[in-house]
C-alpha cells in the first residue's frame, strides 16, 4: 500500500473506533468496547509504517514538508483513535457507565440504532450495496451482529442475513425510515 | 445545563470537528480549519465544567464512580477534539498538505461534498428540516457557506438560500443523490 492509501485506511479506521466507541457507550455493550481496542492496534501499526515511508522516501525525493505532511497527518488520526478508545475504557472499565449518560447521547445529533432483520424482510439475502440503505434510508450501517460473531465497518458486497442485528449511524430523523426500510 | 447535556453538546462537537478537519484537508480551507481551533477552545472550556460538576455532584451525591465515568468520558472526547485540532493545524501551517492526500481521502467510505444551491432548485427558501435532507438522500449538511459567512453544525431549523454553498457528509454512493436533489 502507498502512504496514502494507508492514510486513508486511517482515516476511514479512526472515523470507524468512533462510532464504535460511542455505540459501545450507549448500549452498554463490551463486545463493541473491545473491537475499538483492537482496531487501535492496527492503526498504531500504520501510524508507524507511515513514518518509516515517508522518511523512505524524503530520501528519494529530498521533499522534507511532505514527508512532515504525512507523518503529521497520521499521528493526528492516531489521536483521533486514542480518544475512540479512551471512550470504550470507560465502558470496559468495572465501573458502570452511568445510564443517564447513554440516555443523554440518545439525545444526539447523529443516532445510532439497532435494528433486527425480521422474517420476510426485504433486505435478506441481498448485500448492503444492492440494498442501498445509506441512500435510501440515511443511515448507514456500521457494524453487524450475526448470532456470536460480529462483523465491522461492512461494505457494499456485505451480505444481510434474516435475524443479523444492524447497527447503523445517521440523523436522528432517519432513524425510523431505517426500521420501515428493513422492515423491523 | 446538566452534566449529561454538556458531554451530549461535546460530543456532537467533537464529532463536527473532525468531519469539518477531514473537510478543511480535502479542499484545503483554511477557514474551516480555522473553525475547528475555534471550537476546540469550546470543547475545553465544557471538560473543565464537567470536571467541576461532578466532583460537586459527588460531594452531594457520595458517589465516587459516577463522578469518574463523567469525568472520564469528558476527557475521552477531549482527546477526539484533540486529533481534529492536530488535522485542522496540518492545514493551517506553511506546509502546503500534499494534493495527492486529498485525492487519496477522496476515496473514504465516507464522503465530504460540497455543492452550490443554484437558481430555482427547490432547496431555496427551506429549511433543512423541511428539505429532510438527510433521509431523502443520505447526507447531511455539516457546514454552509452564505457568502462570506459560515454556518457550522446547521440544524433542522436553518434556512436554505440560493447560492449557499453545502458542506455535506455520508456514504460514497449518496453524494450524486445530493446533487440531484439540489439541483446543483
Same mark, same amino acid.
Given at each position: 500500500m502507498e502512504i496514502e492509501e494507508i492514510l486513508l485506511e486511517m482515516k476511514d479506521t479512526s472515523e470507524l473506533m468512533v462510532d464504535l466507541a460511542y455505540s459501545a457507550l450507549l448500549y452498554d455493550n463490551e463486545e463493541i468496547a473491545q473491537h475499538v481496542i483492537e482496531l487501535e492496534g492496527r492503526v498504531d501499526e500504520w501510524d508507524q509504517e507511515v513514518q518509516k515511508r515517508a522518511v523512505e522516501r524524503a530520501i528519494q525525493d529530498k521533499d522534507v514538508e511532505k514527508a512532515l505532511v504525512f507523518i503529521r497527518l497520521a499521528d493526528s488520526i492516531e489521536t483521533v483513535a486514542d480518544g475512540a478508545v479512551e471512550i470504550a475504557d470507560v465502558v470496559l472499565? $468495572?465501573? /458502570? &457507565?452511568h445510564p443517564v449518560v447513554a440516555a443523554a447521547l440518545q439525545e444526539s445529533d447523529t443516532a445510532i440504532a439497532t435494528v433486527t432483520v425480521p =422474517? #420476510?424482510? &426485504?433486505? =435478506? #439475502?441481498?448485500t448492503l450495496g444492492e440494498m442501498k440503505i445509506a441512500s435510501e434510508t440515511g443511515m448507514w450501517v456500521i457494524a453487524i451482529r450475526r448470532g456470536d460473531t460480529w462483523i465491522y #465497518? &461492512? $461494505? /457494499?458486497n456485505t451480505l444481510v442475513e434474516q435475524g443479523d442485528l444492524l447497527i447503523a449511524r445517521g440523523p436522528m430523523e432517519a432513524e425510523e425510515e431505517l426500521r420501515q426500510y428493513i422492515g423491523g
Open positions: 472499565r $468495572d465501573i /458502570e &457507565p =422474517t #420476510g424482510s &426485504p433486505a =435478506t #439475502g441481498q #465497518g &461492512p $461494505d /457494499e
